[in-house]
């Protein structure tokens, strides 16, 4: 069944039909792919004590961190002191996200000296702002194709991170399919699972639409209800995103390198609820 933002099923349906779907295991692809955690999930406890954070967070078994915006403010000492404790504590940084303006060809030199610094090569839109109409998000690809041209001598590479508006319909089409269309190959698309799946759009249909530019996926669950537990704050693993079709989808054709867990907030502290997504990450992708 082919599924769509126009389509008469209701997410209900789609959550419905997910779940009584068989599970899909992982395609095997010779090595284990590296799982690590988006930082936001601990951003309390990271604007308290940065590096009593990440080693918090290497000691659970993170392989990788993304730094968020505040990453920005730093000097280029200040990163060179981050970069050797990641170093010392054997995690690394793939990529950065980023406010728009740090792709712009102001903000673009000082993202490109700090993301060398810590090993970041992919530097990620995590948010396009107020954007209106169809011809606003192309605006953005633009912006998205600019900076790629000036990453790519550098071996570095622009993304995109995606929220629950680039799955809703403007204009009778999908901004993420706009920025899609309108970006080199080389322009990651960091897929953001739960904003989608919140949305009721078919994750694995997405993944299949985008074969090589789902480098890396922040894996964020949904859940239906209203319950203090339910949307955003169900752990990882424990809502309604169907994880195995998903990896198996990421790991055939989407291109992925690295998972990273996100959780926007929970019922337990930051550093509990980042072990437990981490927990159940392990029981379902081993």
């Known amino acids: 069944m082919v599924w769509n933002m126009t389509s008469n099923l209701s997410r209900r349906s789609f959550l419905a039909a997910t779940a009584a779907a068989p599970l899909v ?11 690590g955690l988006e930082l936001y999930s601990v951003r309390g406890e990271l604007a308290r004590d940065n590096d009593a954070t ?6 659970m078994g993170y392989e990788v961190v993304e730094f968020y915006s505040p990453y920005y403010q730093w000097t280029a000492e200040r990163a060179k002191q ?3 404790l990641m170093d010392d504590l054997g995690v690394r940084c793939n990529s950065t996200h980023n406010d728009a303006r740090n792709l712009t060809a102001e903000g673009l030199p000082k993202a490109i000296e700090l993301n060398q610094i810590i090993g970041s090569r992919y530097i990620v839109m995590a948010s396009a702002g107020n954007v209106r109409g169809l011809d606003g998000w192309k605006g953005v690809a633009g912006a998205l194709a600019a900076a790629s041209e000036k990453l790519k001598p550098l071996n570095m590479r622009a993304g995109f991170h995606n929220h629950d508006a680039e799955f809703r319909l403007v204009e009778g089409k999908m901004p993420i ?13 960091q ?19 985008n074969p090589g530019r789902i480098n890396c996926m922040h894996c964020k669950d949904w859940g239906a209800g209203t319950g203090p537990d339910r949307g955003y704050r169900v752990l990882f693993g424990e809502g309604d995103a169907p994880w195995l079709k998903i990896f198996a989808a990421a790991e055939r054709v989407g291109g992925i390198e690295w998972y990273l867990i996100e959780q926007e907030g929970s019922r337990f502290p930051e550093l509990e609820c980042a072990k437990r997504c981490l927990d159940n990450y392990k029981k379902l992708r081993g």
């Not at 295991?25 to 799982?35: F, I, M, S």
């Not at 897929?191 to 639409?209: H, L, N």
């Open 25 to 35: 295991p992982v395609v095997a692809q010779g090595k284990r792919l590296p799982v």
């Open 177 to 189: 399919e706009v920025i899609a269309a309108n970006t080199p190959k080389e322009v990651m698309l």
């Open 54 to 59: 990440l080693t918090a967070v290497a000691k």
């Open 82 to 84: 981050v970069r050797k």
């Open 191 to 209: 897929f953001d699972v739960g904003t989608c799946v919140d949305v009721g759009y078919d994750p694995v249909k997405w993944i299949e639409a």
